[in-house]
Each structure stands twice: as C-alpha cells, then as structure tokens.
C-alpha cells in the first residue's frame, strides 16, 4: 500500500534525484564496459525535465543511462519512463547513435540471458521510437549475463544486473 | 489227519490194549483156531460120564477138570474119546460162550471206554475252546490296548513332528534372510542397471557355507547386470552363519539356492 | 513310523515341493575394488607420467571402482606369475590390471592383463597399446576404457576431450579476458584455442569431433564461428543484427542449429553447413532460443517462454508441429538429450534455486541431479554415464560432473580463472 504521504514523497525523491543527476555528482560506471563513456558534449541543456533553474551544460549532460528489470522481465518500470523521456529528448535533437546494452543477472542459463537482455534493450528502443526517436540511431545488443555490473550473488547484486546501459 | 495222530497218542492206555485184543481176536478167528499137536490134549476123568447138556455157565470148570486124577482110563477110551470129543466140544462151546460173553464183556467195556473216552475229549475239547476264547479274548484286550496306547503315541508325534516342522521352517526363514541380507550388501550395480530387469542365479553350498558353484539361469538380457549378480555372490563367498543349521535342514533346503535379483530401489 | 514321516514331509511340502528360492531387491552399490598395480619399467629415469595412478584416478571418478591404495597392495606383480589369486582375495581385492611398459625407439609399448579375483581367471589378455611420448595420458586413458568397458559392459569415456571457457576477472571482479579451451575429460592437459577480449560463450561439438563451433563477441556483436581442430581454420558463419547464437551440430553433422533475432524476435534458424540455406524453424512472438537435436535429427529442443516463462520445447522439422516437453518447476532451460534418446537433462529450477535436472522422456520421470546452486550448461558424456556442468564453488566458476543416476559426483580440478560453459566431446573413432 503506497500511502499518500509515500507517494508525494517519491515524487521528491525523483525531483531530487534529477537535480543531482543534473549537477555535477559522479553516476555509477560501468568500467568493464568497451564502449566509451562519454556523454557527448554537443546536447544542449534546452527543454529537459528540470533543468530550468541554472543547471550548467555539462551538468545537464551526465542522463541517468542505467534502467532496470525484475527478474525474467521484459517489461520497462513506470519510474524508468522519466530517464527514457530524458534521452528521448536528447536523441531526437541530435544525430547521435546511441547504443542500447542489455544485461541480465547470472541466474538461468546463458543463451537464454542473451535473448532476454536483448528483450530489454528492444524494450527500451520501441520506447524511444515511440518518443519519436529514429530507429536507425538506436543499436540493440545484448550481453546476457557475461558482463555484469556488479559481481557476486544475492538479490542486491541481482538487481544491479537486469538492466539496459544507455551508451553514446 | 493230524488232529487224529494226535488225538490218538492221548488216548489213555486201557482203550488201545481192548483195541489191540480185538484186533487179535479177529486175526485168530479169521485164521482159525486149531488144535495144534504141539497142544498136549489133557487126559482127565469126570466123575459122570453120562453125556448131558451143558449148561451154559460162565463159570470155568477147565482148571478143576485137569485137577481129576488118572484112576479109569482103561476100558473107557472109546467113550472115553466121545467123552472127550464131547467134552471138548462142550469146552469149545463153553469157551464160545464165555469167550463171546467176555467179547460182549469187553465191547461194552471198550464201549464204555470209548464213550468215557469220547466224554473226556468233549470235556477236553471244551476246556480247550474256552482256554482258546480265553487267550483271544486276553490276546483282543491286549491290541486294543496296544491300539490306545499308539494312537496316544501317535498324536504326540504328530505334534512333536508339527513342532519340529515349524521350528524348520522357521529356522529356514532365518537363514534365508542371513544370506539375503549378505548378497545384498555386496551387491554392486552397474550403471547399465535398470529398474525391472531381473536375473536368476542358481547356488550350490557345503555345510559349511562355502559357495561351490555359480550359474545364471535366466539372463537379465543385460550381461553387465548379470555379472553384477554373479559377482555378489563371489563377493560373499562363504555363508558362514549356515555352519550352526542342522544337518538335515541342510541337505533338505539348503543344498541349492536359487536367487533372483530384481532391483526395487533403482533411481533409473 | 511311516505315518511320523509322511506327517513331517507334508508340513514341508510348502518347503520341499519348490526351490528355496531368495529375492534380493537391494544392493549397496559399493565400488567394485580394483587394484591398478604400477606398471613395470626399467626405465634409469621415471617416466613423465604415472599410468596407473592415472586409471586408477580415472576408475575411481567414474564412481563404479574403488581402487586400492598403492600403500595397501602387498606386492606390485608386472606380469601374470606373480599374480596369486589367493593373496588379493584375502585383501578383498576383485580385479587386478597388471603390466609393463618399455620404451623402444622413443616410442612406449604397454602389455598388460586384467584379473578376475573372485573368478580366478583373466579377463583381458597380454593386451597391447603403444604410442608417444606425449601420449601417455592417453595410454592410461585408453587402458581405463578397456577396463570400464569389459567390467561394466559400458564404452569407457575416458579418452575424450571437452571444451569450456575460460574467464579472467578485471580489477572490479568482472571478466575482462575470455579463452576458449579444450582439455582431457579429466582436465587434464589444457590448451589455448582462442582467447578475446569479448566473451566467448556456447562451444559446441560436431559429431565427428574434428569440428567445433562457438559464439564470439569480437566483432563487437555475437556471431557463430566454427573452428576446425586440426588446422586451427576457422570462419565466421553469422553477421545478422540482433542475436547470434547458442549453435549446435545436427547428429549427421550438415547443420548447425541456432537462434537468430534478425527477424525481429529470437527463433531458431537451421543453417545447411555446405549450402549455407538458412531455414526457419519457429515463428513466435515469444523468445524462442538454446536449440539443440534430437538423438534421431528429425527434431530441435528448444527453450521458450511462449507460456510465460521459460520450458522446454520440441520442434518436429519435417511438419513444425511444437510440443512442450516439461512441466515441473518454473523454469527449464539449455536442454539437451542424450544419445541414447532416453534422457533430456536441462537447468531447472525450483524454488529460486537453479539445479540440472533429467527428464526421463519416454515417462516424464523428473530427478533433480545437482545439490549445488547456481548450476547451469549441462553437458552428457558419449557413454550417457556422465554429465559435465559449471557451478560455483569456493567463490569461482568450476565444473562439477554427476552421474545421470546422481549417484556419483566429483569436482574438476579449478583453474585459475572462472570455468564455465562446458561441451563434451563426441567418441573419437
């Protein structure tokens, strides 16, 4: 049950969490990871979700780039939509290519962890799409569980993995 | 026959002398009875000479007769020789006479005899017959009671054999139960083993428990898991516990063993 | 006195009139006890390899035989004359391999024979085998088959091979190095075939054994390969967007099946190895992927969650026809079936925890076969006697194998780096 109070709360905690993600503050990387890292600096800070009061251009540049699934799920989580919006954002008013990585954490097999972190990656590319974002600047691949964010077991680290990475 | 052989060797003495008499008599009289001359006549003189009926007297005048002296003799011999011809034809029928009264005398008396005789073998023979009934009667009481006597000893066999019978098999089941129990410690299946594959081992033992022979009488159709049945077997080796079983159970159950092996606690 | 006897015999009648027959339903399954004697030699120098510990490690993995201890054997006969039946019997012993070797021209030459204990004969006779100096593992392996084979009446596996992959961690734990390796089934003796710097993951094994092949993200994306061992020679099959993967070997050896989302959606796709036809095999919107053959070819296992959530499927490829194979647990992934036919072992899982499990195919039969967490890439031996597959052990990926009656288990030797993803190989004729 999400009382009232909750829900107002949560809502804080995501403004909040934009403002951070806004400013200057380090995300979690994901260094194993080949691709390069960097947000490319040609976005403009214009017109996105809460950037209106001051928040410099490079500040605005570092997008939350990480969303996350439930165990064996394909589906995007309603708290994930305002990342996507973000860089649906950013994507449309430019002609960069991003590259969507999807992840899955270390149980079941395999193959099966392919197909499933491509599922989530092709979930968070209809999305964009249906933000009006070209196809052809999205790239799916998936790399099952080979690459894990975080290593270990246990729900905590499992959580961390089922995820798509937002690359440029 | 043989009852008359020896019913005459009882015959009491009297009886076989008149028989014997009788016998003689009718030799003599068949042969006919002469004066021989060896027979010296006696020359005697009555007081009368006179030729008169004889009576017929019992009484013997013989002896007195010869007693006479020999006074007249002279002129008499012609009578003399009809007296004496007379006299000794009076003698012949006196002897007849006395001669028939002492037969008459003698049968009666051997009739007498016989029927005595005849009364004494009745009696005997009734004693006998009643002795007999006696001694089968006693001989009848005697199987009877040796009938009882059987029949208790009998039943009491034939619960000491129920008994002993249970004991056996009962004993048996034990044994049985040791040897299984060995065999199935020692049994190693193989990973070709399969659930509802079956073999038959027949098992030759000695007293002592000491496995002597090992054939599969009815294969599994897998020669792995027949080998495997074979093996437990080899394994064990020698039932030792068998020593204690008594003999005769031994040779009876134990001699060969048939054992099947068909696996109920098999994964695959 | 006759009535007494004939009284006696009729309460044995139930005895008497059949065979004293005993039932035995049981067993304990010890190890057959085998003593390996070590084999002579009169070499001046001792040999690089110790034969007989070899088999007998071999024999004792296989769960069947329990070898006797070197320490244990009160002599070491190297020919039949000194082998006393009596003096093993008395140590409990079964079977006796008893050899020599020599080497002549560079070249090693083994005789050797294998006792019967409890039958007092022998089995195997003056027996030769010969080869290399690098070949002494595999004269040990091959003399292990001998002995498997004549004892269990089973074909021995210890001559093959398998592949796995080989992870090296980075600074933060994850996997920055990825080799592709081939080894003795035992583990022993591992090479090198490829190493990246992009995961490796499925190897897999052509029927022959000469041919494997495997999915490499070198190229930035997962493709096939397949990879000739002999030569080294090997070709990037695949290049299409989306998934490339999880091939496998048709029994006849012509195809490879795989899973390609190219059209939109992750199916299986049978490639003709010399045409180069790719065929559709599904068409689901569901993710439909990890194909594998059927014994006989005529089908393709396959892992979708068409119903929800992951199971087992096959495909009939003549007509297409689909049918679900499992139904226990809420998930069954990676099948593969025996050669046999019989068997389909796959990751299941139950109750949050991952296991391999087999299916029995002709009854439904479920066991569950591992105890270990985690467990996944389940592999079966030639012989149907084994399975390989990777868990985690002590905090590092390793492969464990267990007996497909899960009554024998052991742990591969660990390497230096996560293993994983292991294949084993086919006989090699």
């Not at chain 2, 004889?54 to 002296?69: I, N, R």
């Amino acid at each position: 049950m999400i009382t009232k109070a909750f829900k107002q709360g949560l809502t804080l905690a995501f403004v909040l969490a934009f403002l951070v993600g806004c400013s200057s503050t380090s995300t979690t990387d994901s260094d194993a990871d080949a691709s390069t890292n960097g947000v490319s600096t040609g976005t403009s800070g214009s017109g996105s979700l809460g950037s209106s009061d001051g928040s410099s251009a490079e500040e605005q540049q570092t997008l939350e780039r990480v969303v996350y699934f439930d165990f064996d799920q394909a589906v995007l989580q309603p708290e994930t939509r305002s990342i996507l919006l973000a860089h649906a954002e950013r994507l449309r008013n430019s002609n960069t290519t991003a590259r969507l990585e999807g992840h899955a954490d270390e149980r079941g097999s395999r193959e099966y962890n392919m197909a499933l972190g491509e599922r989530r990656a092709n979930a968070v590319r209809d999305f964009l799409v249906l933000q009006g974002v070209s196809r052809s600047s999205l790239e799916v691949v998936s790399y099952g569980e080979e690459r894990p964010a975080v290593t270990g077991s246990g729900e905590s680290v499992y959580r961390q993995n089922r995820r798509v990475e937002i690359n440029y | 026959m043989i009852n008359l052989t020896q019913r005459l060797s009882a015959l009491p003495l009297p009886i076989l002398l008149s028989v014997t008499i009788h016998m003689a008599l009718v030799a003599l009289v068949a042969w006919g009875w002469d004066a021989s001359n060896e027979h010296k006549p006696r020359i005697y003189r009555p007081q009368h000479i006179e030729a008169t009926l004889v009576q017929l007297e019992a009484k013997d005048t013989a002896p007195e007769a010869q007693a006479q002296p020999e006074r007249q003799v002279i002129d008499l011999t012609r009578q003399r020789e009809i007296q004496r011809a007379e006299e000794a034809r009076r003698q012949r029928e006196a002897e007849a006479r006395r001669q028939q009264q002492r037969d008459r005398e003698q049968k009666a008396e051997a009739e007498r005899k016989q029927r005595d005789a005849e009364r004494r073998r009745k009696e005997e023979e009734r004693r006998r017959a009643e002795a007999e009934q006696a001694r089968q009667q006693a001989e009848q009481q005697r199987r009877e009671e040796q009938e009882r006597q059987r029949r208790v000893d009998e039943a009491k066999a034939q619960a000491e054999a129920r008994q002993a019978a249970e004991l056996a098999a009962s004993q048996t089941q034990s044994y049985m139960a040791v040897m299984r129990e060995r065999i199935e410690s020692n049994w190693s299946r193989p990973p070709s083993a399969r659930r509802g594959m079956t073999a038959e081992l027949l098992i030759n033992l000695v007293p002592t428990g000491q496995v002597v022979n090992v054939t599969v009488v009815r294969s599994s159709g897998d020669a792995a898991f027949d080998r495997a049945a074979e093996q437990a077997v080899r394994r064990v080796d020698r039932f030792s516990e068998l020593q204690g079983m008594p003999p005769e159970l031994f040779e009876r159950n134990f001699r060969q063993v048939k054992l099947i092996f068909s696996p109920e606690d098999l994964r695959l | 006195m006759r009535v007494f006897i004939a009284l006696i015999l009729c309460f044995f009648t139930h005895l008497a009139s059949a065979q004293l027959t005993i039932e035995i339903t049981r067993g304990m399954d010890n190890p057959t006890r085998i003593a390996v004697a070590p084999l002579g030699w009169n070499g001046s120098r001792p040999l690089p390899e110790d034969i007989s510990e070899i088999v007998a490690a071999n024999l004792e993995r296989s769960g069947q035989f329990s070898p006797v201890p070197r320490s244990n054997m009160l002599s070491f006969p190297t020919q039949e004359a000194d082998v006393h039946y009596r003096d093993w019997r008395v140590m409990g012993t079964e079977y006796l391999l008893v050899g020599n070797i020599e080497q002549r021209s560079g070249r090693y030459f083994v005789q050797y024979h294998l006792f019967d204990i409890l039958g007092q004969r022998k089995l195997i006779s003056a027996a030769r085998v010969d080869g290399s100096p690098e070949q002494l593992r595999d004269i040990a392996h091959h003399i292990s088959d001998r002995i498997y084979e004549t004892i269990t009446g089973i074909r021995g596996a210890f001559s093959t091979q398998i592949l796995y992959i080989e992870g090296f961690p980075g600074a933060n734990g994850t996997d920055e190095r990825y080799r592709l390796m081939l080894a003795d089934a035992d583990g022993g003796r591992p090479r090198m075939l490829l190493e990246s710097r992009q995961p490796l993951l499925s190897p897999t094994w052509s029927p022959d054994g000469r041919r494997i092949a495997y999915v490499s993200f070198e190229t930035t994306r997962p493709a096939v390969f397949i990879q000739d061992l002999a030569t080294g020679e090997r070709e990037q099959l695949t290049n299409f967007t989306g998934l490339n993967g999880a091939p496998t070997f048709s029994p006849d050896g012509q195809k490879l099946a795989m899973v390609l989302s190219k059209d939109g959606n992750p199916e299986i796709y049978t490639l003709d190895l010399r045409t180069r036809d790719l065929t559709r095999v599904t068409n689901h919107y569901a993710i439909d992927t990890e194909p594998s053959w059927t014994a006989d070819g005529e089908g393709v296992i396959f892992t979708s969650n068409r119903g929800g959530k992951p199971q087992i499927y096959k495909v009939t490829l003549a007509t297409g026809r689909v049918e679900r194979l499992t139904f226990d647990g809420d998930y069954n992934a990676r099948g593969r079936v025996s050669r046999d036919g019989r068997t389909l072992v796959m990751v299941h899982q139950r109750g949050g925890v991952f296991h391999i499990a087999a299916q029995d195919l002709q009854n439904g039969d479920l066991r569950i076969l591992t105890e270990t967490n985690l467990d996944e890439s389940p592999t079966i031996a030639p012989n149907g006697a084994m399975l390989l597959y990777a868990t985690r052990f002590g905090g590092k990926g390793i492969l464990a194998a267990v007996s497909l009656d899960a009554g024998t288990r052991y742990r591969l030797p660990s390497k230096q780096g996560n293993v994983r993803e292991p294949a084993w190989s086919p006989f090699f004729e």
